[in-house]
């Protein structure tokens, strides 16, 4: 330094300005490049109940229906009830009525006026067979009792007076057949005069005389109806399908894989709807037959019918359901209380094993767990967490071990 020249006051207090200000500028510096922290998803490690479950689509179905059918061919009226109507055990859902014959046409009608014709001649000549036998008849009556006075005194013989009593007794047989012969003639006339009565103006009256009643075998309500008018009706043809709708079951179809760990009466929940609570049941029975389903990504898949009974309660509360109503199916397969678990999304596969990310000091700590079981929800954790500890959700890649963490609120 040039004493003869020294540095001025401005200058100095520049330079102490700079000097001061450098430790500052280094330490801003450190802390704009050193590393934020991540802001993360956190839970914590909980003790409690987990369950393994089976979720699928479901329906539900009446427990028992019944199909009221036409139990032989015949007509029907209009119908009277609508789908949704109640009925009563034993309410008269529709009456039968005699179906009515073919139409004819004219060679066929005078074929039939002929055969009445040809009927009432017959009855006509056995009218007066059974007049001829009356005589016959009447002359044998008399000659057997004069035979039997004559015989008495003993003009004739015996053998006369027998004679005489055959002839009368073959005589009644022959107006006996003859009788017989006559009803049958009035049977021929009748029938003769039944087939052509299609064509008679009194034939819609005499059809329409008696019927066969139809009523319903339970209390419930109709399900569905397989007539909309009047009309004529094949044997064994449908007419309405009656169901207690307070008596419901529900079908849930599952992959034959998952069928097999299903326990007998295992509790299940069913949910009909947001908002809706849901619906205790149990499973009744698996369906020891599989069918071949496509799946929404064109897959086949066997899946198995696994039949679920609803809890008194759950009747109470399904009472506006009905037939065919779509339900979401949870089936418990496995249940352990007092347990500790944590979300399935904190779990990261390392290797053969899983290890989580805990939050320890503001950091993600990478620590290895034994897991006994889990599922979509979350996971069982056997060794190497305790409860309360705070875990990291969806780490992804970008976390690493000893990472600053901040939790996201």
């Given at each position: ?8 006051p401005?200058?100095?207090?520049r330079i ?37 479950a ?16 036409a139990?032989?061919a015949?007509?029907?009226?209009q ?44 009855r006509?000549a056995?009218v007066?067979?059974?007049a001829?036998?009356?005589s ?8 057997a009792d ?25 005589a009644?047989?022959?107006?006996d ?18 087939a ?13 005389e ?7 075998p ?6 569905r ?7 004529p ?45 849901p619906?205790a049941?149990?499973v009744?029975?698996v ?24 809890a008194?309660?759950a009747?109470?509360a ?6 065919g ?13 007092d ?5 399935a ?13 805990v939050v ?7 620590r290895a ?10 996971a ?23 990472q600053?963490v901040r939790?996201?609120?």
């Open positions: 330094m040039n004493l003869s020249n020294p540095p001025r401005r200058r100095l207090r102490a300005l700079i000097g001061a200000a450098l430790p500052a500028l280094a330490a801003l510096l450190a802390w704009a490049l050193q590393p934020r922290a991540l802001l993360v998803e956190t839970a914590g490690a909980v003790v409690g109940l987990f369950e393994q089976i979720e699928e689509d479901g329906r539900l179905r009446l427990v028992q229906r019944h199909v009221v059918a139990p032989v015949g007509r029907v009226g119908p009277t009830l609508q789908v949704g109507d109640a009925v009563r055990a034993g309410q008269v859902l529709a009456v039968l009525a005699p179906a009515a014959p073919a139409l004819i046409d004219a060679r066929t009608r005078l074929v039939l006026q002929q055969r009445i014709g040809s009927a009432e001649a017959g006509a056995a007066a067979e059974v001829r036998l009356e016959v008849l009447a002359q044998a009556l008399t000659d004069r035979a039997a006075q004559l015989a008495r005194e003993q003009f004739v013989s015996p053998a006369a007076l027998d004679r005489a009593v055959q002839t009368r007794h073959n009644q047989r022959a107006l057949n003859g009788r017989a012969a006559l009803r049958s003639a009035d049977f021929a006339l009748a029938e003769a005069r039944a052509l009565l299609r064509a008679e103006p009194a034939a819609d009256a005499a059809r329409d008696g019927g066969w009643v139809l009523r319903s339970v209390d419930g309500r109709v399900l109806r397989h007539f909309d008018s009047a009309g009706l094949a044997l064994g043809q449908p007419l309405y399908e009656i169901g207690d709708t307070r008596a419901l079951e529900a079908v849930v179809d599952v992959l034959s894989g998952d069928a097999l760990a299903i326990p007998a009466a295992a509790p299940v929940q069913l949910r009909t709807g947001a908002g809706q609570p619906l049941g149990r009744a029975r369906e020891p037959v599989a069918f071949t389903k496509v799946s929404a990504l064109g897959i086949e898949e066997q899946r198995v019918n696994v039949v679920v009974a609803l008194p309660e009747l109470g399904a009472g506006a359901l009905g037939e109503f779509h339900v979401d199916a949870r089936i418990v397969t496995a249940a352990q209380d347990v500790l678990t944590v979300p999304a904190a779990l990261v596969r390392d290797g053969p094993r899983w290890r989580v990310f320890e000091g503001g950091r993600a700590r990478a767990v034994e897991v006994r079981s889990r599922h979509a929800e979350a069982w954790i056997a060794e190497g967490l305790r409860a309360g500890e705070t875990v990291v959700l969806f780490p992804g890649e970008r976390l690493r071990d000893g600053r939790a996201r609120r």
